[in-house]
């Protein structure tokens, strides 16, 4: 990336930022900061070696998805990839789909670079780094980060132990000896143990597994089995996700369909 484009990157980061509710350094919940900006978020367990998230346009809505059987703390990543691709990359394109390899994979092109740079800037600002070291961390400047210090900037703003020492190295706050030292701490250690050491938040390291579709969605799956689009045992298990049964909706279904051959129709390929 162009240093000119990293410099508009971290402008629209933080312009988000801005508008977000924030603890003392991290955003308190980006789901909740999806909601506010109008994006519609669906959350739903496809299972670990799925697609880690998407984002797509659907009329004039912006709708992300996320998978929830991953951990937190890569979920959250995820999401803020997906805010960004929203804010740098949609007005020239329809969808992104993104999994580990063209998120963390070295392969990735260039608008997958800058989702992450964005992700990065949005969750963990420089200036924000720059304070906690300077104001949480006395030992800092003399000892360096021990892998308890990661677990305590991770807590604070919310990410990965992963993602903290990326960010920590690509802003010059480690060197890549320092980053293999704490890697091997926390391979001894664990994480989950880490955190609990500091209090911290342990619900980053387990996977959330949460089932969260906006109860709008129901009409576009009611439109699409009326239309022929899904059979009646994708609108049963949509249904399902809201504690519902055909007879609760009733008035919505036109006379009963023929059966067509299963689309998944944005809800409907959901257990794939």
Do not use: W
Request: aromatic share 8%; hydrophobic share 35%; glycine share 6%.
């Amino acid at each position: 990336m162009q240093k000119e484009q990293k410099k508009d990157i971290r402008i629209r980061a933080e312009r988000f930022r801005e508008n977000c509710k924030i603890n003392r350094y991290g955003i308190i919940d980006l789901f909740k900061e999806c909601e506010r900006c109008g994006y519609k978020l669906l959350r739903y367990p496809l299972g670990e070696e799925a697609a880690l998230g998407f984002v797509t346009k659907k009329d004039t809505d912006m709708i992300i998805f996320t998978n929830t059987s991953v951990r937190l703390s890569r979920e959250l990543f995820t999401l803020a990839h997906e805010i960004g691709h929203i804010l740098l990359h949609m007005e020239n394109m329809d969808s992104f789909v993104d999994d580990k390899k063209t998120i963390f994979g070295k392969g990735m092109d260039e608008r997958e670079r800058e989702a992450n740079y964005f992700a990065a800037c949005l969750l963990m600002p420089e200036d924000e780094v720059e304070k906690f070291l300077d104001l949480e961390l006395d030992s800092f400047e003399k000892y360096g980060l021990s892998a308890i210090d990661i677990a305590r900037i991770m807590s604070e703003f919310n990410v990965s132990f992963d993602m903290a020492l990326n960010r920590l190295e690509n802003l010059h706050k480690i060197n890549s000896d320092e980053r293999l030292k704490l890697d091997s701490e926390r391979n001894r250690v664990r994480v989950g143990n880490l955190l609990k050491s500091v209090g911290g938040n342990s619900r980053l390291n387990v996977a959330s597994m949460e089932m969260d579709i906006p109860y709008e969605y129901m009409n576009y799956v009611i439109y699409n089995y009326n239309h022929h689009a899904i059979p009646l045992e994708t609108l049963e298990r949509a249904l399902g996700y809201y504690n519902l049964s055909i007879e609760d909706i009733h008035d919505k279904i036109v006379s009963h369909l023929p059966e067509e051959e299963e689309l998944d129709a944005l809800i409907g390929g959901l257990d794939d």
